[in-house]
């Protein structure tokens, strides 16, 4: 089954002007998909779409065998939480929380991914994460006291817990030196093999590609980018 | 909901600092609003407590309004007197439990001097139950002795034994005295926080010696006058008092008496029902009333606008947070409920805390207070007043929660999952 199937859609905010236009695009269930463009290219609009956050103006978008175009806004949100992990660039934690509470909130807002957990308690579950991602020490730590590799650590585990079936990572590695780029790239994506989870990596750095067993350009696949530049 | 309740706390605890700052600044408004009414409520009270137990005020024929103003406020004057045959009449009338006469018309450097007998030590009432009682001394009982006021005494310097002149007529500088019959003080009152404080009381008697010499209203010419000292009381008559006090044995019977007296043929003589006349007086003074409420509300305004910038400046920080709530599948609409339920909790906790420091202070106060300045404040339950006042405050703290609200949910669906 397609984790990812998008048919002729586009993306507009205003009439005549879209800013994605794209004819085909599909991501097979475990698939690891490295996603790369330089910024203006689309890929922000890209991911919104495929998280549910925005709707496309037309076409078709199947996202984990549902199709978003047919799904109201919180019924989308749903969805999204409910099977997908989200990671970005910076700043994905709850300032307020601690780590724990920060790795556990996906699963006290979703029955779906409480379910699907593997240790008997939610804590268990939080404790197998946290230290398969080394990061238990940090467990009742709060987050503001987190330096930004740890920080990216912590958004990985908020990610995978309750096994979501897609993970999409916006960016995660560009606030981290190149050492803890390598060392986040290969928790990241074992993590997502050993949850089985489709995983979109979404960066400019070309130099992470190699880990990837597929490449998806944005600006080849946005066809709106290429009229826009002619119109221009 | 529930993890949305929990993450408000988490929220607001984390900016503690800025969250009690603003839950202090609602609490000091709630407590401004519910003082302001708990005083407005008590002047009122303490007003229409000048007077009590009195069933009827009983002048001459005239407006009510002036009546109770020179009889209880001893302000302006009598028309006219009442024949002291009359007060006789209804002093002795089947329907009447006690009299309070009184006769006016000089006075003690600005100082009311009011004439009375026994009736007003024993019966006089104010602020329900409360009577007149001594500091020091006794009643007047001889021609030329006096009882004063506690301010009379406080402002003037008096005490027992004190010896003053009193003047013919209401001015301070008067220039009609009776210097040759000087009073003295035999007691002084107790402070009641009425016009009482304010006034002198001699005996029916003492007033009529003054004026004993006296012809139509005009001083004994030189070598006429009588000397106090050859005053004795059998040889004074009580011609007329200014107004009288009247207790009636029932409800009935005091609308029956007014009636009576209102249409009394041998002289013409008003009755007004005291309690209905001080309301009237009050509705007339409604204005401070007003100024008072205006002023709580307007605290009130800016208490809830310290919120307002206070959750909003917050709101620039959280745009990061708004976006990780929408990447874990926060609805923008549990977003929205997240900010109005803070600002609510908010405005709630305020208020809570400001209705508790409302009423501690008001157990505290209320005792120093009503001796001070004759407020009673009343430890009721919450009045409908200061309900209609709570609810206000939560619900507009609610509706202003809407506003970063409606920010944080534009953002969210501007920003998508993106802020960075």
Known sequence: MSAVHLQNVSFAYERNAPLLQVGELLIEEGERVFLHGPSGSGKTTLLGIVAGVLRATTGSVRVLGKDLSHMSPAARDRHRGAEMGYIF????????LSVRENIALPCHVHARRMKRITASTLDGEVARIAERLDIEEFLHRPVTKLSTGQQQ???IARAVIGAPRLV????????LDRDR???????????????????IFVSHDNSLMSRFERHISVSEINRANATQVHSC | MLVLLRLAFASLKSRAVTTSLTVFSIALSVLLLVGVDRIRQGTQEGFSGTLSQTDLVVGARGGSLPLLLYSVFHIGTASNDISYASYEHFRDHPAVQWTIPFSMGDSHRGYRVVATDDNFYEHYRYHRDHSIAFTDGTRPEGIFEAAIGSEVAQRLGYHV????????GLETVSLLKHADKPFTVVGVLAHTATPVDRTIYITLYGDEAMHIDWQDGTPPAPGEEIPASKIRKEDLHIKDVSAFLVRTRSRVDTLLLQREINTYRNEPLTAIIPALTLQELWSMLGYADVALSLVSGAVLIVGLLAMLIALYTALNERRKEVAVLRAIGFHARQIFILFVMESALISAVGTALGLAAAYVLLWALRSSVEAQFGIPLAMVGISSRVSIYICVVVLAGALLGCVPAIRAYRNGLIDGLNAQ
């Open chain 1, 153 to 155: 650590r912590v958004a």
């Open chain 1, 168 to 175: 999409i990572a916006d960016e995660p590695t560009s606030s």
């Open chain 2, 161 to 168: 034994g004190s010896k003053m002149v009193l003047s013919h």
């Open chain 1, 181 to 199: 780029q390598e060392n986040f790239l290969r928790l990241l994506i074992e993590v997502c093999n050993e949850a089985r989870a489709t995983l």
């Open chain 1, 89 to 96: 660039q910076s700043f994905n934690l709850i300032p307020y």
